[in-house]
Antibody, heavy 122, light 107 residues
Framework: QITLKESGPTLVKPSQTLTLTCTFSGFSLTTDGMGVGWIRQPPGKALEWLALLYWDDDERYTPFLKSRLTITKETSKNQVVLTMTNLDPVDTATYYC??????????????WGQGALVTVSS | DIQMTQSPSSLSASVGDRVTVTCRASQSISRYLSWYQQIPGKPPKLLIYETSTLQSGVPPRFVGSGSGTDFTLTISSLQPEDFATYYCQHTYITPLTFGGGTKVELK
């Protein structure tokens, strides 16, 4: 059974750095075709893909935010960490981590965490 | 980047109706298209991947079709639990992108 859970701060000040942790179970990130991705959703708006870390350590980012994002893993802890720098109020959103199936294509998301609402405000 | 355009952005329907949602890609994505359902306050749920493959546990009233740039999600007989927002996503290449969503509301 695959589960994922996001953790991190709920309130961040503008210009600060956000660090979100995805703790997962039920799969290994070293298995061919697996990945963990981050997707966000501003209140009342659509889903936006941010980043994905693949089983082979390939990292992919949305070009729009690439300069501000870093995705890393802590294999021993079954965690994937997303760091976003220089936050702005427009970054206020629910941030989801999700298990990616990338055996065909670059990844669809078959298991999702419950999401973490992050508010950017002074 | 590949843009995904969904239509309509919202629709009103009744229980038992046949509902169709359309997703158009800005370039060919072969059959690398997934559909998700999201109920307010919940994470998205994968319904269909690779255009037409039903995710385990998803009822067969959800049907996906298409190829290239034009795709559809059809709900053959709308049930009360189907009132939600539906998103398409391409998996052809990165950056991955989602459509803007289609909200299915009760008429």
């Amino acid at each position: 059974q695959i589960t994922l859970k996001e953790s991190g701060p709920t309130l961040v000040k503008p210009s600060q750095t956000l660090t979100l942790t995805c703790t997962f179970s039920g799969f290994s990130l070293t298995t061919d075709g697996m990945g963990v991705g981050w997707i966000r959703q501003p209140p009342g708006k659509a889903l936006e893909w941010l980043a994905l870390l693949y089983w082979d350590d390939d990292e992919r980012y949305t070009p729009f935010l690439k300069s501000r994002l870093t995705i890393t893993k802590e294999t021993s802890k079954n965690q994937v960490v997303l760091t976003m720098t220089n936050l702005d109020p427009v970054d206020t959103a629910t941030y989801y981590c999700a298990h990616a199936q990338a055996t065909s294509g670059y990844g669809y998301f078959d298991y999702w965490g419950q999401g973490a609402l992050v508010t950017v405000s002074s | 980047d590949i843009q995904m355009t969904q239509s309509p952005s919202s629709l009103s329907a009744s229980v038992g109706d046949r509902v169709t949602v359309t997703c158009r890609a800005s370039q060919s994505i072969s059959r690398y298209l997934s559909w998700y359902q999201q109920i307010p306050g919940k994470p998205p749920k994968l319904l269909i991947y690779e255009t037409s493959t039903l995710q385990s546990g998803v009822p067969p009233r959800f049907v996906g079709s298409g190829s290239g740039t034009d795709f559809t999600l059809t709900i053959s007989s709308l049930q009360p639990e189907d009132f939600a927002t539906y998103y398409c996503q391409h998996t052809y290449i990165t950056p991955l992108t989602f459509g803007g969503g289609t909200k299915v509301e009760l008429k």
